[in-house]
């Protein structure tokens, strides 16, 4: 049992460049989530979804853009990056909304050129 | 909107000492959830505990203990007798039950305990 894992775990980007991080959970998870991970700032949710099918908005949706075409896989694209999308992205899952605990993947850490 | 503000961004203190992380937070709901997690060297992020706002009852695990009061909005998060394995970054977050049980973390509190 992986629990949460992520591919790739670093990168390194020039501007402009696209790329697509992936996240897969065994768990049998409903919910999904990405986050960012700035110094000093804590997580901030990117985009989630609640089910195979579903993406929503989280608080920091801008230039990205999330697939979940599998239960067990959440996909968050970065189509032309920017220096400021330099962060540590956090995947996690969890079994239901309303809150159910959120279980973290190991992060990749993302540096835009 | 929800807020989390972890006052302390770094502590630091010698092994076998007491440290208490404050976490103090906002929120319009009545029904919400606070947790803590741990975010060790290696940069993974380790679930705490979880605690739900009709709960007020302290909580203790080991040499962890969590103090939950509503009245000052405040889940404070005690380590007793620390040890250098617990020197990690530790997040506080809050969760409403809607928009998706998005977590709302504070900024994290650094801890170093040193020998």
């Known amino acids: 049992n992986a629990g949460v894992t992520q591919t790739p775990k670093f990168r390194v980007l020039k501007t402009g460049q696209s790329m697509t991080l992936l996240c897969a959970q065994d768990m049998n998870h409903e919910y999904m989530y990405w986050y960012r991970q700035d110094p000093g700032m804590g997580l901030r949710l990117i985009h989630y979804s609640v089910g195979e099918g579903t993406t929503a908005k989280g608080e920091v949706p801008d230039g990205y853009n999330v697939s979940r075409l599998k239960k067990q896989n959440f996909l968050l694209g970065l189509e032309s990056a920017a220096p400021s999308q330099t962060s540590v992205y956090f995947c996690?899952?969890?079994?239901?909304?309303?809150?159910?605990?959120?279980?973290f993947g190991p992060g990749t850490r993302l540096t835009v050129l | 909107a929800q807020k989390v503000t972890q006052a302390q961004t770094e502590i630091s203190v010698v092994e076998k000492e007491d440290v208490t992380l404050d976490c103090v937070y906002e929120?319009?709901?009545?029904?919400?959830?606070l947790f803590w997690y741990k975010q060790p060297p290696s940069g993974e992020l380790v679930f705490l505990i979880r605690?739900?706002?009709?709960?007020?009852q302290n909580e203790i695990s080991g040499r962890y203990s969590w103090n939950f009061q509503k009245s000052t909005s405040s889940f404070n998060f005690t380590i007793t007798a620390s040890q250098v394995v617990d020197s990690a970054v530790y997040f506080c977050a809050l969760s409403v039950n809607n928009a998706g049980n998005m977590l709302t973390f504070g900024g994290g509190t650094r801890l170093m305990v040193k020998p």
């Open positions: 605690r739900n706002s009709f709960d007020e």
């Open positions: 996690a899952s969890s079994l239901w909304g309303g809150p159910d605990t959120q279980y």
């Open positions: 929120t319009r709901d009545t029904t919400y959830y």
